[in-house]
């Protein structure tokens, strides 16, 4: 009989104690979840943060390309690493130039025609250009923030890894990257590469 006793005891103790376990189990996966959801809200608030924060550094890393230019000497060379978030580019026109078409440079930021802001005039300038409204020719009218203070008569050009371009561009790949800017007598090439 104590036996008996002595093994039901020991039967209601596991039962207990399985009890405590799958109640633990329970409050941990409950706790993990709650943790999950937390995560996931703060990621969405820093993501929404990050955005800003992608978007002052493209603005910063164009003003800072603007300033590179003009402090350069005509025959002298930089290398400069720069960031610009992928809904972005940089396009430099030449002057009198009205429209670009960039159908045949590798750097091509869309196939359609990029106008010249009209902020330009006939003056070579440098504007940051929203992706988004790339879908109809006005790509740097509307929104778009241009440096047109430039001393000297030269146009900017560039090239690419692949055909030259007639036009400057830095397309945007939301990482860092390294471009390379010469300034010629008559024109500032801004390269992918090492420009020739």
């Not at 709650?34 to 550094?57: C, R």
């Not at 929203?130 to 050009?157: H, L, P, W």
């Not at 030259?164 to 010629?184: E, L, M, N, Y």
Request: proline share 3%.
């Amino acid at each position: 009989m104590k036996m008996t006793h002595a093994v039901n005891k020991a039967r209601k103790d596991k039962r207990a104690g399985l009890k405590i376990t799958l109640s633990t189990l329970i409050d941990l996966v409950l706790v993990s979840l709650a943790l999950l959801l937390l995560f996931s809200i703060y990621k969405g608030v820093v993501g929404l943060l990050g955005n800003s924060d992608k978007e002052q550094a493209t603005v910063r890393n164009f003003q800072e390309l603007g300033d590179q230019i003009k402090e350069m000497q005509v025959g002298s060379s930089e290398e400069m690493p720069i960031y610009v978030e992928l809904q972005k580019f940089i396009v430099g026109f030449k002057r009198g130039e009205s429209i670009i078409y960039p159908r045949y440079c590798q750097a091509v930021v869309y196939n359609k025609l990029i106008t010249k802001p009209a902020v330009c005039g006939d003056k070579p300038c440098l504007c940051l250009c929203d992706r988004q409204s790339a879908k109809d020719k006005n790509a740097c009218e509307e929104g778009a923030q241009c440096i047109t203070n430039f001393d000297g008569d030269f146009d900017f050009t560039g090239s690419s890894t692949g055909p030259i371009c007639s036009f400057a561009v830095v397309t945007g790949q939301d990482k860092p990257q390294t471009i390379f800017i010469r300034k010629r007598d008559k024109e500032v090439l801004i390269c992918s590469e090492e420009c020739s």
